[in-house]
């Protein structure tokens, strides 16, 4: 059985926009490195992979919490026309919880950065949607007592 979630991995094309977006939601940088070579092309079947591979680590949250960004030098990275529509098969969003959603939205707001339709109560939780790095849906989570 799975003890907790781990990480999870955005492929980007402006690796500083993901850092200073990710940043704003208390994550640093904790590792770069640059992942090449047989061995990571064929666990990641892609051929001929070369990419610089940044661990971003969620400061003072236990258990540990990563978001890595992969940035690649080979093959050029496949768009997704359809990356910003939620009604897609496949990876919908990433979602965090916050302590005071109202504060997070306005710091991720004041730094240029837009939520998709503000904040949503539901569930006895307060909810927003964020535009991601490279238009990766990141969600907002703050639970309210019912």
């Given at each position: 059985?799975?003890?907790?979630?781990?990480?999870?991995?955005?492929?980007?094309?402006?690796?500083?926009?993901?850092?200073?977006?990710?940043?704003?939601?208390?994550?640093?940088?904790?590792?770069?490195?640059?992942?090449?070579?047989?061995?990571?092309?064929?666990y990641m079947?892609?051929?001929?992979?070369?990419?610089?591979?940044v661990t971003?680590?969620?400061?003072?949250?236990?258990?540990?919490?990563?978001?890595?960004?992969?940035?690649?030098?080979?093959?050029?990275?496949?768009?997704?026309?359809?990356?910003?529509?939620?009604?897609?098969?496949?990876?919908?969003?990433?979602?965090?919880?916050?302590?005071?959603?109202?504060?997070?939205?306005?710091?991720?707001e004041a730094?240029?950065?837009?939520?998709?339709?503000?904040?949503?109560?539901?569930?006895?939780?307060?909810?927003?949607?964020?535009?991601?790095?490279?238009?990766?849906?990141?969600?907002?989570?703050?639970?309210?007592?019912?």
């Amino acid at each position: 059985m799975i003890k907790h979630f781990d990480h999870f991995t955005i492929v980007v094309e402006d690796e500083a926009e993901a850092k200073r977006f990710f940043s704003v939601l208390g994550f640093v940088e904790d590792a770069s490195v640059v992942i090449k070579g047989a061995r990571f092309a064929d666990y990641m079947g892609v051929p001929g992979l070369e990419a610089r591979h940044v661990t971003l680590v969620a400061q003072g949250v236990a258990p540990r919490t990563e978001i890595q960004l992969l940035k690649f030098l080979h093959p050029e990275p496949l768009p997704d026309p359809h990356i910003r529509d939620l009604h897609k098969i496949g990876f919908n969003h990433v979602c965090f919880a916050v302590d005071d959603i109202a504060d997070v939205v306005g710091r991720v707001e004041a730094a240029g950065f837009a939520t998709r339709a503000g904040i949503l109560d539901f569930h006895s939780r307060k909810l927003a949607f964020l535009w991601g790095p490279g238009g990766v849906t990141v969600e907002l989570a703050e639970w309210v007592a019912s």
